[in-house]
């Protein structure tokens, strides 16, 4: 057994990569499944605009100052 990636031969490598292709299969398919199920419950997010009203002063006159 090689346990170095460098003195390696060719199918060590090739079923590196293939283990690491199924890896990133299994885990993009459970996160889409995860995603697609999530949104039948009804959870959707929906965006509120807020339009600016008048300008409003806001000023206060029964400050105290020490010194």
Known sequence: MNHSIYS?????????????????ILV???SI?????????GFTQTAR?????KPVVITSSGNTVVR
Do not use: N, P, Q, Y
Not at 33 to 41: F, K, L, M, N, W
């Open 49 to 53: 605009v807020m339009k600016a009203g």
């Open 8 to 24: 390696a031969d060719r199918m060590t490598h090739l079923k590196i990569v293939v283990v690491a292709l199924v890896a990133a």
């Open 33 to 41: 499944s995860a995603r697609t199920s999530s949104s039948d419950e």
């Open 28 to 30: 993009a398919g459970f």
